[in-house]
Structures are given as C-alpha cells and as structure tokens.
C-alpha cells in the first residue's frame, strides 16, 4: 500500500470517528435537555400542600420562639422573674383561649374563628385543627389537659421539686412535637395557638436542661 493511499486510510478513520463522537455528543446533549425540560412537570407531580405547610409552620415556629425569648428575658431583666414562670403562663393561656374556642365551634357550628392570613399565613386553618379528630384524647380537648399542665408546671416550680419540672417539660415537649406533626401532616392546616404552645414547650425544655 502506498504513503497516499495509506494515509488516506487515517483521514476517513480520523473522520468516522470524529463524527461518532460527535453523534455522542448530540445524544447527551438531546437527554439532558429532555431532563431539564421534565423537571417542572415533576415538580407539578410531586408538590402537594405538605411542603407549604411544612415551612410555613417552621418559620412561625421560629418566630413565636423568638419572641417569646425575648419577653422571657426582658421580664427576668427588669422584675426578675424566671423565664420558666413566663413561658408557663404565656402556655397556660394560649391553652386556655384554644379550649374556648374548641368550645364555641362544638356549641355553634356557625361560629367563625378569626384569623389572619398576613405575612405569607396561607395555612392558617383553626377551625379545621380543633374539629379533628386528633383535637381530643378520650373526649377531653387537648387544649384543657394543656392548661392542667401547665397549672401542674407552675405549683411545681413554686414548690421546688425540680425533677417532676423537668418530666412534664420533657412531656409537654414530647405532646407538642407529635401534635406539630399531626397538625402539618395529617390535617394540612396549622392553629396560632397550638403553634404558640409548641413554640413555649419548647422554650420551656431548653430553659430547664439548658438553662437558655
């Protein structure tokens, strides 16, 4: 075989797979855009009003902590008064609004709870959390066994016992977290009130083992 004929052996096998490799690169090119363009109808598929929920409930969550936080703090500045008495009373009539209104929508079904939905509160639903199933335990509203609790947290710590403080904490803690769930999860809309209860449960537990 001659130089020329050889070397243009070289130039179509240089050429074939130039193009093979370009063909390839076509091809992922092709599935890649096919991905992306997928991605919003998986989107469509897959979103639901658990995630909304989820973080609209983590950010009021957040927020009502905060707050609460510092009015604890404030108070235990200026009339030195421990932030657990704080927390404790702020919960005890959160509960105690909650079970009044438990109350009205069980006497009046008309009776219109009101709420704001400012401030990015799309999920706000009271009526909805305190007609549900999960609003009772064995006929008694969670709301009233929260003010007994509470009543419970404040004798308690008027008294000294120091250890059954920190076993109803760690209760409070434990009811709000799987209420939270019940709340976001099952029911699909929140209550500003379970929400400020949650949120002083869990103050309370940070100030008892942390001392926050």
Known sequence: MSDRARSEGWR??????????????????????????????????????????AQEFLQRLLGSMICFWLVGKALAFTVHVNPLYTFAVLGLLYSA???????RLSADPNFRVRGCRCGGRRHEDTAKVHTSGESAI??????????????????????????????????????????????????????????????????ILLHVFLGL
């Open 97 to 103: 609004h909650a079970a009044w209104v438990k109350y």
């Open 138 to 203: 064995l006929g008694v509203p969670n709301a009233v066994l929260g003010v007994v609790l509470y009543a419970l947290l404040l004798g308690l710590q008027a008294t000294g016992h120091s250890i059954a403080v920190s076993a109803v904490a760690a209760i409070a803690f434990c009811a709000s977290a799987y209420l939270s769930y019940v709340m976001v999860a099952r029911i699909g809309g929140l209550c500003g009130d379970c929400l400020n209860v949650g949120a002083l449960n869990a103050l």
């Open 12 to 53: 179509v096998v240089i050429r074939r797979r130039v193009r093979e490799r370009e063909v390839q690169r076509q091809i992922r090119a092709n599935d890649l855009r096919r991905a992306v363009l997928r991605l919003p109808q998986v989107g469509r598929l897959t979103a639901g009003p658990f995630p909304g929920v």
